[in-house]
């Protein structure tokens, strides 16, 4: 499972071509080191913040990777034994989903731990490596050094933050992350301005944008990210819970973690828009049946409705199946856990925005052809609504989607027609897979015993149409020691361009980004 870091740039071995006109590097960050000294994690996801380099510079690729030097990684380095307590769990369709127990781990540490392992994300053109605490670390995009720790809540009161933001076209970043205070918890939207006043800022000028109190302030729901669209921030309450007053009191009661988040399918999911321009809460709600998710696609505005594009299940249930599970289960046992796990898909709501109360209620809203979600008034500030698949039945043979991925820099908030993702028929991606949305069809890239990561794109220079640019994968070969490499496809046919071969091994990550640097 650990693997050594390589913090000198090393060539790989390029089979086919890769095109001369990507300039930068795709920079990613996963789980690499899980015992200190005899001392192992017991859980996958609990492993040091491994952060890898992919440069690529006419049509070569170099490959350099180094740990976070987080005060985790460093206490339990100079020890040579744990001493900074991780909280993890087994891989799941969306890996992230470990850090649940993660970032519950604050309330029964006095510190919650700052091994930033779960995506690389850029505020006022700096990179950080994030996870959902409070902690993040700035980076060296090129030298992967870490440069500075930074606390959330030093800039604003809130106690940690998602590691999916979202950007406006400016540079503005948009987070949400939990408070805790005496009259309960809370849900925040921060605001981050694009641009930085000195070379010592960082998260200076950080804003809470609004705050929304949960349906029972001492029973929070759990997420991952948020949709954004033009004009609205969309805060997706599902029914994952955390019971605070459990979760407090679980260590004096000898109680794991666990026991304090539960799903509850009897409650729905209700959808909150927020104002970007004025950070007002609007206030209809949107409510549906008891879903989960944790990435959304996109999120756009047309013709007086928002559309809301997200992959999720029908079932939350899954959270606890795995909070304590760790890796010494066998195939068998993890075949049956996987079986069990309702899949997650991609699907679209459709959220009529004028209501007022002239609107009429009990009757369907959406009047979008060819759209099969409905959208109806239970009361003046009440909308309930069903969904519509963004697949066809054929998607359910790939395990479902995750990690999906679009052409973000011209297409987030905006119609678009293409989405990427991961196939999930087994605990980690063994597919990737473009979605058309307007026929429901899809391609597949997929080969024996290939594992790929989260789909990366890259638009070509002078692109016109939206899938002109190629899709980076990191492919994990477990059966086969040192041969992982750097997959690029063509985007549009989906068919392979090139690969780089990384002679080390490289374990399963998370999410990542693409520097350009022409």
């Not at 010494?328 to 899949?343: I, P, V, W």
């Amino acid at each position: 499972l650990s693997v050594e870091e390589t913090p000198e740039p090393i060539p790989t071995t390029v089979k086919g071509t890769i095109p001369t006109w990507i300039h930068g590097s795709l920079l990613r960050n996963g789980p690499g080191k899980f015992e200190f000294g005899n001392q192992h994690y017991n859980h996958w996801f609990d492993g040091m913040a491994l952060m890898h380099r992919f440069q690529i510079e006419d049509g070569q690729v170099m490959y350099r990777s180094r740990f976070l030097r987080s005060d985790s990684y460093k206490q339990n380095s100079e020890r040579n034994r744990i001493i900074v307590s991780e909280f993890g769990t087994l891989a799941l369709p969306d890996p992230c989903k470990n850090f649940f127990q993660r970032f519950l781990s604050r309330f029964e540490m006095i510190k919650p731990t700052d091994n930033a392992s779960v995506n690389f994300v850029k505020y006022k053109g700096d990179y950080y490596v994030s996870t959902e605490t409070n902690y993040m670390h700035r980076v060296d995009p090129d030298t992967l050094e870490s440069k500075q720790k930074v606390d959330w809540s030093k800039f604003i009161a809130v106690n940690g933050a998602t590691a999916h933001p979202h950007f406006d076209p400016d540079g503005t970043a948009y987070n949400m992350g939990n408070s805790y205070r005496n009259k309960g918890a809370f849900y925040n939207i921060i605001r981050v301005p694009p641009e930085r006043d000195g070379p010592e800022d960082n998260l200076e000028g950080a804003k809470i944008l609004c705050s929304i109190a949960p349906r029972d302030k001492s029973k929070p729901s759990y997420y991952h990210s948020f949709g954004m669209s033009e004009n609205y921030v969309v805060f997706i309450e599902q029914p994952i819970k955390m019971d605070l007053f459990k979760i407090v009191t679980g260590r004096l009661r000898g109680k794991s973690l666990n026991e304090g988040v539960y799903w509850d399918p009897n409650q729905e999911t209700t959808f909150h828009l927020i104002d970007k321009q004025t950070g007002k809460e609007m206030p209809v709600k949107y409510h549906a049946k008891a879903l989960s998710t944790f990435h959304q696609i996109n999120a756009f505005e047309q013709d007086g409705f928002l559309m809301l594009d997200m992959c999720c299940s029908d079932d939350g249930q899954a959270i606890n199946n795995f909070l304590v599970q760790n890796l010494r289960q066998s195939g068998e046992a993890l075949d049956e856990m996987y079986n069990t796990m309702s899949r997650p898909l991609p699907r679209r709501f459709v959220l009529p925005l004028n209501i007022s109360s002239e609107t009429p209620l009990e009757q369907n809203l959406n009047t979008r052809p060819d759209s099969t979600a409905t959208a109806v008034c239970r009361t003046k500030n009440q909308v309930f609504c069903t969904f519509e698949d963004l697949h066809g039945e054929d998607l359910k043979d790939y395990g479902g989607l995750e990690f999906p991925h679009i052409n973000y820099a011209r297409y987030n908030t905006k119609p678009y027609r293409y989405y990427y993702g991961c196939g999930f028929r087994h605990l980690v991606g063994d597919s990737l897979i473009k979605m058309d949305l307007e026929s429901k069809k899809f391609k597949v890239w997929r080969q024996p015993d290939l594992y790929p990561s989260e789909p990366v794109f890259i638009p070509s220079p002078n692109a016109e149409k939206e899938d002109d640019g190629v899709i980076l994968s990191v492919i994990i070969t477990p059966v086969k020691d040192k041969s992982t490499f750097l997959l690029v496809l063509d985007a549009k046919t989906f068919e392979e361009l090139g690969r780089a071969e990384v002679p080390v091994n490289i374990p399963y990550g998370f999410h990542g980004v693409f520097n350009s640097s022409a």
